[in-house]
């Protein structure tokens, strides 16, 4: 009776939480069951899924762990520090045997650790890095190496010119870290006065239309000379590229991005965006998928390469390199991974163009 | 007392107007000039017009004493509605457009209509729309950005050709100048000032690459609001309603059909500013328009609104869109960290309510 | 030595002198009457006594008990033992009575208030002006009359000296009244004095040791009570002897315009109760019929519900020109649309938008009727507009004035301006020449008549019997909602519908 109750109650606070953001709960085969057996349940904090890429994450996590024959729970935040914070605790409170936490906010995920550790719980920080917490794990891609291979590709082809830098949203631990291997890259050919730096904005909230108006008032005032825009990911790549169609520049400024998004490939298909950064996320979750299920089987994870420090702790972590991806190898990685559709991406383009099936 | 009436709105008009100027003097003299180029001007009118599209209607809204929380949210749906019928379903562009603002105006009437007839607060109503319409936006994108073709997005980004404008522009002046003043109507000084602010500012587009299409759609749309507000039964309906919902409904006036009514033009201009933004950005995204509902409200206070109803203008609330473009736009140009344009916009905000009530008190 | 000695009190507005050297003496327990048409500067004459107007805004001086005083704000001058009623109450609607009666002076211990001292307080005060009803009652729930009460308990309370009230009779019945005026009596034999303001000669010569007349921000003469008399009290308020005061309609010629029968409205804050129950009556075309009754006893519940405007179920039968109506108005458009109009008792709350121009006013309810396509006619409308404007001599600087603007007799005449606009052919007047000036009121009736005399049916609800008996030769007298006279000829006197109204006949 009194489990029956609790667990009521649990669900309804879920389902608040989710009418409270706006969010319908999609995951309804996650709600919860009762624990037949000893089937292992892994949970899955989302920050969000308000970005394409993260349907992704979520779908293959779940079909990996799968076929591991373990359940996952998934929830949400939308963007909501505190919102997420309660599903994670909700989550607790289900009985998971391992957390998953992509977090929105870096530092106040810290309260989910130590909810966690309290409940016996190991933590295992997606994609994003916890900050001051003793995180169990980091399972993520080489962030700072995204930022390296937007620039490098960049500074490949322009050496010299007026760079314009069009950051991520400032709260983003992650574009930070993009941020500062962008830098790297460029820092010496700055010194050096071979690359200008025109315009260094951030965009809030990662919206596209930030990234639009940071790249119509850099044209503007730089009369058009700018040589190269290093977009922090798909989505400013795209709110650039309007900006500088807008100028008949599109295609001829240079242009990064990241997450090789479908509207991406399609503007590399058709020339506008030079570059984005491909992650194979099949990777990075099935390898959460697998390291998750060990740790809740209370085995070590074996994989965990070097540790990276997070303010308190240099935590364990699995780091996934990154794919730079243009028009050429664009057929050979993200179409050969299936990670988009040939006919998808090429939609615009004549047919007589397409790249051969891979 | 008349004149008092009069003094207390060119007070408005007037602080607004310095501040204005202040502003853009501050950005001219920190970009060295960039930021009074032809094209600098061109591009902060163009970058002021989803948001004021939105305000435009807000003022309305303001003005029957509601508010609407829900046009940001809105606008991105719609937007994405639009985007989705070209690309998804293969509409022609024109209906695709036309779906989005019949949808508009059916959102905006099922939303006034459960604020007029069920009483439940605009606040209220207004939020939950938002919410679900964010959600909605969320579930029909899968969180995937989609780019219309280049038909729909020439709306955001094309020019009217400068011979147009000129025709355009010379064709209003001459309506201003030579159409006879009726004896109630604007009186010749201030048609002459119009005509002359509408050549001057299509010299002023035309010097960069003629009148934007966004812009040209705002002047439409402002110049058709004014009307509606000013010069038609509803829209004085509104006003009373705002001013005394008593009294206008002691006077015969349906508080729900007016209030329904205004909610469903929001609606429509939510179509419309979602189709603008979307085809600026060129893509529609799963966030489009987020937190846009709070610049149009802000906009149309800063630019005179009472947020008590009864009072507001449509030509103030694109000057409050002007000035919060125009923090925007110079700030950027200027390279200044983000965190400044939240602060400055927010310090504008306070005071500008704020030297509109001192202004007005010595009048009481 | 007198109480309080006002001398040379000037006060400017923009373009507008409101007082203009006025002096005024008050005695200890004096009641000294002031009078004057509305924009006399009466209530400018108020707010530099209460500290509305602070010390320094205005000239001349103020002597309070032979010292010279400034007052800072109204705070200072309720501490100096100046109050004032207004004829706004100012009593919070939602806290309880001993609440009001103490508010910003509660009994607290650690900073929790002490609820038993509260009330013992409260129940003194009240007991001071002789009233005892329950102090946790809220205060919405007490009638006008009773509100007026709780102000002056807590004006006393604050050991106020010197009361000044404002129109205090404007919105009671006639029984809270003579009640009023009994308790300012009593509390002058004990040395309170008070300024009195008043449209009500009557009340002024009952109640005055002294009268003052204001005209035009002057005080134009002031003596001893027993050196007046009505009429010269009237002539030196409008400045010209006036003669009638009420003139007599045309008998009715027309048939019957509006009939009702077996009128019901439900008594919305009392479920299964009415407000009014078994009302009928029928008005012929050209006719004025009186309404009379106390305050409460349902007249201004029979002018809304005929109006479509009562907010709770109405039943009866309503004939308009002869037709029977399927059901009550249920709404006022509908109510419009049938040729309907009604004059509201509270014009700022249901008669005017404030805060907009006399010609946005003017044409609210007839603005279909200048549509050409879809745009209004600004020219038809203005000169529709000016139409009231001249007939009715509105006094507004121009169209575009805020009526909030303008004095509280031309704001009726624009309220009922708007109505002539619509051509109503039954008119529903509710209190129309409420606080409102002798010279005004003058106007206003002459207008009810005119209206009449050109076929309209007038159902005239009024307090002020000679008026409601003068303009009206037949008379409806309703006690608690109940029909409980039917006064017509000689048979309508004022001790007949007094004696109906609170039924001591």
């Known amino acids: ?358 | 007392m008349s004149a008092r009436g009069k003094a207390g709105l060119s007070w408005r008009a007037w602080t607004l107007a310095g501040a204005l100027l202040v502003i853009w003097a501050v950005f001219f003299t920190a970009t060295g000039g960039t930021f009074a180029s032809a094209r600098n001007l061109a591009l902060l009118a163009r970058q002021m017009s989803v948001t004021a599209l939105l305000a435009v209607g807000m003022v309305l809204v303001i003005v029957t004493g509601e508010i609407d929380l829900s046009v940001g949210a809105m606008s991105g749906l719609l937007g994405a509605v639009a985007t989705i019928a070209t690309v998804k379903a293969g509409w022609p562009l024109a209906a695709a457009l036309a779906s989005a603002l019949v949808l508009g105006a059916a959102l905006g009437l099922a939303q006034g209509t459960i604020v007029a007839r069920m009483r439940v607060p605009s606040f209220i109503v207004t939020l939950g729309g938002m919410l679900v319409f964010q959600g909605t936006l969320l579930g029909i994108t899968g969180g995937i950005s989609i780019s219309p073709g280049d038909a729909f997005l020439r709306i955001g980004q094309a020019y009217l050709g400068k011979a147009a404008g000129w025709a355009i522009a010379g064709a209003l002046a001459a309506a201003l100048l030579l159409v006879p003043a009726r004896a109630s109507g604007t009186s010749r000084g201030r048609r002459v000032a119009l005509a002359a602010a509408i050549l001057a500012f299509t010299a002023l587009m035309n010097a960069y690459a003629g009148i934007p299409l966004p812009v040209l759609l705002l002047a439409a749309v402002a110049a058709a609001f004014s009307t509606i507000a000013n010069h038609t039964a509803f829209g004085r309906r509104l006003y009373a309603i705002g001013g005394n919902r008593e009294a206008a409904l002691y006077s015969g006036v349906s508080i729900e059909r007016n209030v329904a009514g205004v909610f469903t033009l929001m609606g429509l201009l939510c179509g419309v500013a979602g189709v603008v933004l979307t085809a600026r950005v060129g893509s529609a995204t799963s966030d489009a328009g987020r937190l846009m509902e709070l610049d149009a409200i802000a906009a149309a206070v800063i630019g005179g609104t009472s947020l008590l109803g009864g009072r507001g203008t449509v030509w103030g609330a694109l000057l409050g869109a002007l000035v919060m473009a125009s923090l925007d736009n110079g700030m950027s140009l200027m390279n200044t960290e983000p965190y400044w344009q939240p602060i400055l916009k927010g310090t504008i905000l306070v005071a500008a309510v704020a030297a509109d009530v001192a202004g007005r008190r010595p009048a009481r | 030595m007198a109480l309080l000695e006002l001398r040379g009190i000037t006060k400017d507005f923009p373009g507008v002198r409101a007082l203009d050297a006025v002096d005024l003496d008050l005695e200890p327990g004096q009641i000294h009457a002031l009078c004057g048409e509305n924009g006399a500067g009466k209530s400018t004459l108020i707010r530099i006594l209460s500290g509305y107007y602070p010390g320094g805004t205005s000239e001349g001086t103020i002597r309070l008990r032979g010292e010279v005083v400034r007052f800072a704000g109204i705070a200072e001058a309720e501490r100096r033992g100046v109050a004032v009623i207004a004829q706004e109450l100012a009593l919070v609607p939602d806290l309880s009575v001993a609440e009001n009666l103490m508010l910003g002076r509660e009994p607290v211990r650690r900073g929790f208030i002490q609820w038993d001292r509260l009330r013992a307080a409260a129940r003194d005060a009240l007991a001071r002006v002789g009233a005892d009803f329950d102090v946790d009652r809220p205060v919405r729930s007490l009638g006008v009359g009773q509100q007026q009460l709780v102000e002056i308990a807590r004006a006393l309370d604050k050991r106020a000296d010197i009361l000044v009230l404002d129109e205090p009779t404007a919105s009671l019945g006639e029984r809270d009244a003579q009640r009023l005026l009994g308790l300012l009596r009593g509390l002058a034999a004990k040395n309170v004095a008070a300024i009195y303001v008043s449209h009500r000669l009557e009340e002024v010569f009952a109640i005055a040791d002294r009268i003052t007349v204001l005209r035009d921000g002057r005080a134009v003469a002031s003596a001893p009570a027993g050196d007046w008399t009505p009429a010269r009290v009237v002539a030196a308020m409008v400045g010209r002897p006036v003669s009638t005061m009420y003139p007599r309609p045309d008998p009715p010629r027309g048939a019957e315009s509006f009939s009702v029968e077996g009128w019901r409205v439900a008594d919305p804050d009392r479920p299964g109760r009415f407000a009014l129950d078994g009302v009928s009556f029928s008005v012929r075309a050209g006719e004025i019929l009186g309404i009379g009754g106390l305050m409460g006893s349902g007249r201004t519940a029979l002018l809304a519900s005929l109006f479509g405007a009562a907010r709770a179920r109405v039943s009866g039968t309503l004939r308009v020109a002869g037709r029977e109506r399927r059901a009550p108005f249920r709404a006022p458009s509908e109510a419009i649309a049938s040729g309907v109009a009604l004059v509201s008792e509270d014009r700022k709350r249901y008669g005017l938008v404030p805060g907009a121009s006399v010609l946005e006013n003017l044409t609210l309810p007839t603005l279909r009727s200048f549509v050409r396509g879809v745009l209004l006619d600004d020219d038809a409308r203005a000169e529709a507009a000016r139409r009231p404007v001249e007939a009715l001599s509105i006094r507004t600087p121009s169209l575009a004035a805020r009526v909030a603007d303008l004095s509280g007799g031309t704001q009726q005449k624009v309220v009922i301006g708007k109505w002539l606009l619509a051509k109503p052919r039954i008119l529903l007047l509710d209190e129309p020449t409420r606080g409102i000036d002798v010279g005004g009121k003058a106007e206003i009736h002459e207008i009810i008549c005119r209206l009449a005399s050109e076929g309209a049916a007038i159902v005239l609800v009024s307090s002020d019997l000679p008026e409601l008996l003068a303009l009206s030769r037949r008379v409806i007298v309703l006690k608690q909602g109940r029909p409980a006279a039917h006064l017509e000829g000689p048979s309508a006197t004022p001790e007949a519908l007094v004696a109906a109204a609170t039924g001591s006949a």
């Open chain 1, 1 to 358: 009776m009194a489990l029956l109750a609790r667990r009521r109650r649990t669900v309804l606070l879920a389902f608040a939480a989710a009418l409270a953001a706006g969010c319908p709960a999609r995951e309804k085969a996650a709600s919860p069951r009762p624990a037949a057996g000893k089937k292992i349940r892994i949970g899955f904090s989302m920050d969000t899924l308000k970005e394409e890429r993260w349907h992704r994450d979520r779908d293959l996590l779940v079909a990996r762990a799968r076929e591991l024959g373990a359940e996952v729970l998934v929830q949400a935040a939308n963007g909501n520090d505190a919102l997420q914070n309660a599903q994670a605790e909700n989550m607790l409170t289900e009985g998971v045997d391992v957390l998953l936490v992509a977090p929105h906010n870096g530092k106040t995920a810290a309260v989910i650790v130590e909810a966690a550790h309290r409940a016996g719980v190991p933590v295992i920080a997606y994609d994003r890095l916890i900050n001051d917490a003793d995180v169990d794990l980091y399972v993520s891609f080489d962030n700072e190496r995204v930022g390296q291979l937007q620039a490098e590709y960049l500074v490949a082809r322009r050496p010299r010119g007026n760079y314009a830098v069009i950051g991520g949203a400032p709260t983003d631990n992650n574009a930070h870290l993009y941020h500062q291997g962008q830098m790297k890259v460029l820092g010496p050919y700055v010194s050096r006065g071979d690359i200008h730096v025109v315009a260094d904005q951030w965009a809030r909230d990662w919206l596209a239309v930030e990234a639009l108006k940071i790249m119509e008032n850099a044209l503007t005032s730089n009369d058009n000379r700018v040589d190269a825009v290093v977009a922090a990911n798909d989505g400013l790549a795209g709110g650039a590229i309007q900006a500088l169609a807008e100028q008949k520049l599109a295609g001829t400024t240079l242009v990064s991005g990241q997450d090789a998004e479908l509207s991406a490939c399609q503007r590399i298909a058709a020339g506008t965006q030079s570059m984005t950064v491909y992650k194979p996320i099949r990777l990075l979750a099935s390898t959460a998928a697998e390291v998750a299920v060990k740790m809740a089987r209370k085995e070590r994870p074996g994989r965990a390469t070097r540790g990276l420090s997070n303010g308190k702790t240099d935590v364990p972590s699995i780091l996934i390199a990154p794919v730079s991806v243009d028009r050429d190898n664009l057929a050979s990685t993200v179409i050969a991974d299936g990670y988009q559709k040939l006919e998808d991406v090429y939609r615009d383009v004549p047919k007589d163009r397409w790249p051969k099936k891979p």
